[in-house]
């Protein structure tokens, strides 16, 4: 594995914290946009998973200035449609590239020595795995 300095590992917190944001925005407006009677479950589950967005955003940010960095204000990509199916495939799709983030990031948090983060890193891992879980299940995967 190639070592990672406290400032990259700062920068990509930043642009986890940047994703989380948009996950939320995303998340509210397809709560807000999605039809049919198939979603009425997860249509209250994605105000949740907003909340729970919003949370992760908070936890990052505290880690940033834990580790003495700049939280950034920036919000990524939000993506939607007018079709509730695709709305949910756009939030899956987030929800599975949070994983594999949350993931590379406790190594990498193991690799500073950074084990309390690693520990907070794996906690928002957890949602977001619950996340995708829901998500699949709306979808019938």
């Given amino acids: 594995m190639?070592?990672?300095?406290?400032?990259?590992?700062?920068?990509?917190?930043?642009?986890?914290?940047?994703?989380?944001?948009?996950?939320a925005v995303q998340y509210i407006q397809h709560?807000?946009?999605?039809?049919?009677?198939?979603?009425?479950?997860?249509?209250?589950?994605?105000?949740?998973?907003?909340n729970e967005e919003i949370m992760h955003s908070i936890?990052?940010?505290?880690?940033?200035?834990?580790?003495?960095?700049t939280v950034t204000t920036e919000i990524a990509d939000r993506h939607t449609d007018k079709n509730s199916k695709t709305m949910l495939e756009q939030d899956l799709v987030g929800e599975q590239d949070a994983i594999a983030r949350y993931k590379e990031r406790i190594t990498q948090a193991h690799t500073l020595g950074e084990y309390g983060v690693a520990k907070i890193l794996g906690d928002i891992l957890i949602m977001e795995e619950e996340h995708e879980r829901d998500l699949k299940s709306a979808l019938g995967q």
């Fill in 31 to 50: 709560a807000a946009m999605i039809t049919g009677p198939e979603y009425i479950s997860i249509q209250k589950e994605l105000i949740i998973h907003a």
């Fill in 59 to 69: 936890s990052l940010t505290n880690l940033i200035t834990t580790l003495d960095g």
């Fill in 2 to 23: 190639n070592a990672i300095t406290k400032e990259q590992f700062i920068s990509l917190l930043n642009k986890d914290i940047t994703k989380e944001w948009s996950a």
